[in-house]
């Protein structure tokens, strides 16, 4: 079905239902369906809905003009194109000032559509058809204004209340509106149910009183005129009596008789006496003879057409000779109502029946206008004899008594003035002849009336006997009639109910549309707390970082495995994996960096698990996975191995590849352990042996590595005690830096020795990586720095200060103390309180820094270098560093590692790799120190191939202050010598 089929569909049977609706006598409905129903078609399915509009509403106008009566004319056309226009005008009025397709989901575009758009949008239907009928004839204008609103009221609440309802059915959003087709269009049609049945009942009580009124109303009327009928026969049969007894009487005593009747009766047109004149005694009634106090007249006739002549010579005359009143009444004398087409069959029935007898309606020639007339007659005969009154002999005629009543003269007399706007009235003989029927009332309203249906019940007849005819009184309800019992109060009830229910539609709207609106809120935030749990949930149990397990979450899991494992018999891996100097690229690439290492570290490890194994962070650079349903350890070792496998491969980070080692430890339950903090304190003791022999490996758990652990955990323990104030610990030694060429010596290096007081001395390269991993080297290297700075300050001011004039001082500095931030706000502390004099600072970097040299490190060492101190590179060839770096960054030393002197002279190896070092050095404008100098032969080799410095125990052992310038002094004096004190190398 196309949507302008069904538009018209849907605009005539609301059309129609609104029809069935109206009431009397215009049958205006107060309620148009079809109003809303073309606002809402077309705002839902657009403008190609208005031919549908348009048709329906002709259909519609045709069932009207049928139910009205009204004739077929070019109005009829004009209300359907008022109609289309209205649904065009309110709909485009809608979109552009509230704004549709819309959920109408806001109080104020409620209140727009409902109360200012759609009823000022019913005004233009009803301003233009009402002025059409208003033109063409078929309503006064003074009733345009009441028409106008009343046509205006029912579109309006039409619109207001079935617009809606088609949007809920057809709207869009559909997701918006058909959810209120239970909260809004059901109460709605409900509600307006109710009204129906509330206007039914009281249109159908106020029927009922209206009908019994004017059933009422008629029967009294008609009544009251029958008793008129009755006294006016009363009257023509007291005068018929009068003149059967009086032997005489003249025109006088005629007047005088019937004047108390002309008085007492309205109406009553004349009283007139007919004495019988027969042929013999024509001429002498014409001649004034037949009786002394009758005059004398011509008999005359008279013709249909109301022509007058004499009448024709017959067997009797009828001629009427007395009248009263005469003045009035002259021209009727003579005339012979036997002869007169209008009366002959009257005066024919009364002396036959010798009963009243009555013609049919007559113009009255007295009158100029078109009040219409009736004549009774009434036969007259002669006395019965005085002694036998019941005598059977027939009686002779004596005469006829005749009375013209005026019928609008007699009703009124009768009834009153009636208004025919309240009740129009019909007096009417059916009997006479066609045409000539109506006896009172408008012209033609003796034929059937041409009315509805429903109207016909609004007229009733009852009938009427006077003289020998049967009378029909006709009455129907004119349009004032409707007003007398509450009209207006049903109407007014009616129109106020549906405006409750209007704004009940308004409400349910704005309700609904909130509703609308809170269930999305809700459903917004009950997504959001859904994710906000989840969130919980991943925060509760996930590491935020890497997405990973966190440690409440896996020891959670981990429980639940040993828990099967017992019933299994099966074995439960623990690895515990940390990385190895996580600090050290942490502090150096930045925090950033920091992360997404840990998340690829995290990502590579999952790789190697199985689906039902759990990784878990559980600290800054720290692992654990639990590997449930081993059969044996092996299975744990395996994955160890994946895990030190996949991790070796370099990590991409800011352009540069980065080598990342871990060290794991491996328990087994049941065999290191049966409860999940057991196990896993084993794998990390496990995981610290690992560490403590050399990293980048992995160790099962074993018995005696607690003792290994817990020495760690006091050493780190001690080391922090060493640095409290008070404590005499920690000593610095400087070993001597000697010009290869001149043996001047040229420099100094501090190191570092760690006298613990249970396990005694302490190598640095023991304490230093727990320092490191501890977070203990930043404390470590800044009281490192200061006993440097009051060493050199006590050189300088000391009796000593010429042996020590122009030496530098270099002092070790880790990569993860360099990266930390803190570290050059410590360093401008120490130099600001530090004078050097002669002496300069120096800094020795290791290569593992120079591989994070980004661009913070690097304006960090430029900054440095800007304040007087030089950077040195230790222990180079041992690393990872790029030549690239040697030449970027400001380097003004570089240290061959005592590593690569072994076997010299002697070993091709590493005497290729020593002049390499000082040929590249030299081209990039590098001075080289050589560390570990022992033999007379590793010099002279350094010195042939341009080493410029020396530093070993060929010249000097790590001396204490006091030992390095009693060594000065015995330089000084006897010359610098050939060799140094022979004494097994020691570590530095």
Known sequence: MTPNLLTALAYAMGGWLSLQAAVPPDYISVLFIAAGIAVGAVLAAGNRVLPGVWAGALAVQWLAHAQAGLDWGWTLWVAPFGAAAQAWITAEWIRRRIGYPSALDQPLQVVMLMFVCLPLGSMVNASLSVPALVVDGAMPWSELPGAWFTWW???????????????????????????????????????MGLIGVMFYQINASHQRVLANQFDQSGQELAQRLQRRLDVQTDSVEAIAKLMELAPHMSQADFESATQPWLHRYPGTQNFGWSPLITRERRLAYEQGAVDPGMPGYAIMGRDWEGRISPAAQADSHLPITWVAPLESNRSVLGLDVSVLPATAAAVRATVENQRPAVTEGIRLVQESGEQRGVVMYLAVFEPRHADDPMHPGARGLKGVVSSVFRMDDVLEAALGRIDPQQIALCLYDPSARVGNQRLAGPEGCENAPSVSLQEQRWIKEWPLAIGDREWTLRLQAGPAFWGLAGQNSAWATSITGLIAVAILGAFLIVITGLGRRTAKLVAERTQELAHSNAALTQMAHYDALTGLANRPFWTVQAEAALAASRDSGKRVGVIFLDVDRFKHINDSLGHTQGDQLLVTIGARIHECLRSRDVLARIGGDEFVALLPGLRDPEGAATVARKISRVLSVPVMLEGMQIKVTASLGVAIFPEHGETVEELLRHADTAMYAAKAAGRNQWRFFTADMHERVSQRLAMEAGLRLALEPGAEELQLVYQPQVNAATGEVIGLEALLRWNHPTFGPVPPSVFIPIAEDSGIIENLGQWVLREVCRQV???????????????????????????????????????????????????????????????????????????????????????????????????????????????????????????????????????????????AGQRDFLLAHGCAACQGWLYAKALTPAELAAWLRQRQASGPPATAFVEPPQPT
Not at 173 to 181: D, F, G, K, T
């Open 153 to 191: 009221l029912g579109d309006a609440l039409g619109a207001v209340l079935f617009a809606p309802l088609v949007l809920v059915c057809c709207g869009q959003p559909a997701e918006a509106w058909r959810p209120r087709l239970l909260t809004v269009a059901m109460p709605m049609a409900l509600a």
């Open 793 to 935: 300050q006590a050189w300088q001011t000391g009796p000593d200060a010429a042996w020590f004039r122009d030496m530098s001082v270099a002092v070790n500095v880790s990569a993860a103390e360099f990266a930390r931030p803190q570290f050059l706000d410590h360093l401008l502390e120490v130099v600001d309180d530090l004078c050097m004099g002669s002496m300069s600072l120096e800094l020795e970097i290791t290569e593992s820094l120079l591989v994070q040299a980004n661009g913070e490190i690097s304006t960090r060492m430029r900054t440095i270098t800007g304040m007087g101190i030089g950077l040195s590179l230790d222990d180079f060839g041992t690393g990872y560093s790029s030549l690239g770096y040697l030449k970027r960054l400001p380097l003004s030393k570089l240290k061959i590692d005592r590593s690569f002197l072994h076997g010299i002279p002697g070993d091709p190896e590493n005497e290729a790799i020593v002049r390499a070092t000082l040929s590249m050095a030299h081209d990039l404008g590098l001075m080289v120190v050589a560390e570990g100098v022992e033999t």
